[in-house]
């Protein structure tokens, strides 16, 4: 069990590098999101800006749009210009003709880093050549929204806009990277089950515990990686991003970035639940044994339904995750499996326990129960309209009683008997019902002796 929560911990890491960075469409999904961010789109907006600056004489630029002697108010111009391309270049990337732009080159980056990860003849050879995020359009873009012509992009150099990912030297690493993460993700999450599948299997006096515990260990794991994500955020944040002006897009990059793996470790954590009330379930305790008295009919007379609501269940599953490859389809069969061995044992527990348990005994039971409280309820609330003042009675025998005045029990005994008198009345009249009227005269001092 300590063996599967270490490698369930492992596997969200492999999962998540897997998904992220070898997966076109869960990369360009992030990036989108990434320039969602005002944070990040501040800091792409003000890249952008001082790319047109540092590649595009400006100041000639508009020399060349000015007329006559206007063109002298070019270098002014150009000054006043950088500032509004600064305020507007934010704005001008939550249109959605920016965000199109940014998610085409994120989409063509990631497709040839893929090429090149996967060593594909027409890709860049690790000897001559670098992967890298093409901004060019969304420069182009910014320069047109801020007035500069419209030809721009002929004259812009082959590198402007350009955001080197990976180097020539760093290729053949990241090929041999990517080969092993890919191995790594489907091998872990394979060896995780399987290592609580043979808890289970080998603790077959106590397998409820070793159930319960495998599902606190996945619990533990999915909450290690939310906090490992948290720690290493501020050590990755602050180890490549070395501009303090940057940094809050670094954070909000990074928080982004890794959501997915919030989202697979929660999947984990939800796992690790189902497999602790799995465990309790099983277990003796007093409110497993009464779940299990509820559903033994269920589990008796309709397994067949049981069985196919899990089949409905796995195949809703696989056909939202069948873009995530094999890795996910294996361990949705592994862990319908193990649900499935986990019905077949509770079928078999509670058949044993309660082999003529009927829906009527739970529901039926429940129902009377409702029915008496309700009834006693609207008898109490008849009766107390009924009832008459209470009197009290001596304390006890003896001398209390022979020191109490001769006149005060005369007048005890007078009201009990027109107490009694009065109920007795209210009977033959059909006032009160047998049993309300049997329920009144145990009320009344010395009525219980009285017929």
């Given at each position: 069990m300590i063996l599967g929560s270490v490698l369930a911990f492992l596997s969200v890491f492999a999962i998540w590098i897997e998904r992220q960075a070898l997966n076109t469409g869960d990369w360009v999904s992030t990036s989108g999101q990434l320039l969602q961010n005002s944070t990040v789109r501040a800091a792409v907006g003000e890249y952008l800006v001082d790319q047109l600056y540092e590649n595009v004489d400006v100041e000639k630029e508009l020399k060349d749009i000015l007329p006559g002697e206007t063109k002298q108010l070019a270098g002014p111009a150009a000054g006043g210009l950088r500032q509004v391309a600064g305020d507007g270049a934010e704005k001008v990337l939550e249109t959605s003709t920016a965000q199109s732009l940014w998610e085409d080159a994120n989409r063509s980056a990631h497709e040839q880093l893929l090429a090149?990860?996967?060593?594909?003849?027409?890709?860049?050879?690790?000897?001559?050549?670098?992967?890298?995020?093409?901004?060019?359009?969304?420069?182009?873009?910014?320069?047109?929204q801020v007035g500069l012509a419209s030809n721009l992009a002929e004259k812009l150099p082959p590198d402007a806009g350009q955001?080197?990912?990976?180097?020539?030297?760093?290729?053949?690493?990241?090929?041999?990277?990517?080969?092993?993460?890919?191995?790594?993700?489907?091998?872990?999450?394979?060896?995780?089950?399987?290592?609580?599948?043979?808890?289970i299997y080998l603790s077959r006096d106590s397998r409820w515990v070793a159930v319960l515990f495998s599902g606190i260990g996945l619990i533990a794991a999915g909450f290690a990686v939310v906090i490992a994500r948290h720690v290493a955020g501020g050590i990755v944040v602050d180890q490549l991003v070395t501009t303090q002006s940057v940094k809050p897009a670094g954070e909000a990059a990074w928080s982004i970035g890794t959501s997915l793996m919030t989202s697979i470790a929660t999947?984990?954590?939800?796992?690790?639940?189902?497999?602790?009330?799995?465990?309790?379930?099983?277990?003796?305790?007093?409110?497993?044994?009464?779940?299990?008295?509820?559903?033994?009919?269920?589990?008796?007379?309709?397994?067949?339904?049981?069985?196919?609501?899990?089949?409905?269940?796995?195949?809703?599953?696989?056909?939202?995750?069948?873009?995530?490859?094999?890795?996910?389809?294996?361990?949705?069969?592994?862990?319908?499996?193990?649900?499935?061995f986990g019905i077949h044992e509770l079928s078999r527990q509670t058949a044993e326990e309660f082999p003529d348990a009927q829906f009527s005994h739970t529901f039926g039971g429940t129902r009377d129960k409702v029915v008496s409280a309700?009834?006693?309820?609207?008898?109490?609330?008849?009766?107390?309209?009924?009832?008459?003042?209470?009197?009290?009675?001596?304390?006890a025998e003896g001398t209390a009683a022979a020191d109490a005045p001769t006149e005060v029990l005369a007048s005890d005994e007078d009201a009990r008997l027109q107490r009694l008198e009065r109920l007795g009345s209210l009977h033959e009249k059909g006032i009160l019902t047998e049993e309300e009227f049997a329920t009144e005269k145990l009320r009344v001092p010395g009525g219980s002796d009285t017929q």
């Amino acid at each position: 069990m300590i063996l599967g929560s270490v490698l369930a911990f492992l596997s969200v890491f492999a999962i998540w590098i897997e998904r992220q960075a070898l997966n076109t469409g869960d990369w360009v999904s992030t990036s989108g999101q990434l320039l969602q961010n005002s944070t990040v789109r501040a800091a792409v907006g003000e890249y952008l800006v001082d790319q047109l600056y540092e590649n595009v004489d400006v100041e000639k630029e508009l020399k060349d749009i000015l007329p006559g002697e206007t063109k002298q108010l070019a270098g002014p111009a150009a000054g006043g210009l950088r500032q509004v391309a600064g305020d507007g270049a934010e704005k001008v990337l939550e249109t959605s003709t920016a965000q199109s732009l940014w998610e085409d080159a994120n989409r063509s980056a990631h497709e040839q880093l893929l090429a090149v990860l996967e060593n594909k003849k027409e890709a860049v050879s690790t000897e001559n050549g670098d992967v890298s995020l093409n901004l060019g359009s969304l420069l182009t873009n910014l320069a047109g929204q801020v007035g500069l012509a419209s030809n721009l992009a002929e004259k812009l150099p082959p590198d402007a806009g350009q955001i080197k990912i990976l180097h020539s030297n760093q290729l053949k690493t990241a090929q041999n990277i990517a080969i092993a993460i890919k191995g790594l993700a489907l091998l872990l999450s394979i060896l995780t089950f399987a290592a609580f599948g043979a808890a289970i299997y080998l603790s077959r006096d106590s397998r409820w515990v070793a159930v319960l515990f495998s599902g606190i260990g996945l619990i533990a794991a999915g909450f290690a990686v939310v906090i490992a994500r948290h720690v290493a955020g501020g050590i990755v944040v602050d180890q490549l991003v070395t501009t303090q002006s940057v940094k809050p897009a670094g954070e909000a990059a990074w928080s982004i970035g890794t959501s997915l793996m919030t989202s697979i470790a929660t999947t984990v954590i939800i796992i690790g639940v189902l497999f602790a009330a799995a465990g309790w379930l099983g277990s003796p305790t007093g409110s497993a044994r009464s779940s299990r008295r509820v559903i033994a009919p269920a589990l008796r007379d309709y397994i067949a339904y049981v069985y196919t609501g899990l089949v409905i269940l796995v195949g809703i599953y696989i056909l939202n995750a069948a873009s995530q490859g094999l890795r996910s389809f294996l361990t949705t069969l592994i862990v319908a499996g193990m649900a499935a061995f986990g019905i077949h044992e509770l079928s078999r527990q509670t058949a044993e326990e309660f082999p003529d348990a009927q829906f009527s005994h739970t529901f039926g039971g429940t129902r009377d129960k409702v029915v008496s409280a309700v009834k006693g309820a609207n008898i109490g609330e008849r009766a107390s309209k009924l009832r008459l003042p209470e009197v009290r009675r001596p304390e006890a025998e003896g001398t209390a009683a022979a020191d109490a005045p001769t006149e005060v029990l005369a007048s005890d005994e007078d009201a009990r008997l027109q107490r009694l008198e009065r109920l007795g009345s209210l009977h033959e009249k059909g006032i009160l019902t047998e049993e309300e009227f049997a329920t009144e005269k145990l009320r009344v001092p010395g009525g219980s002796d009285t017929q």
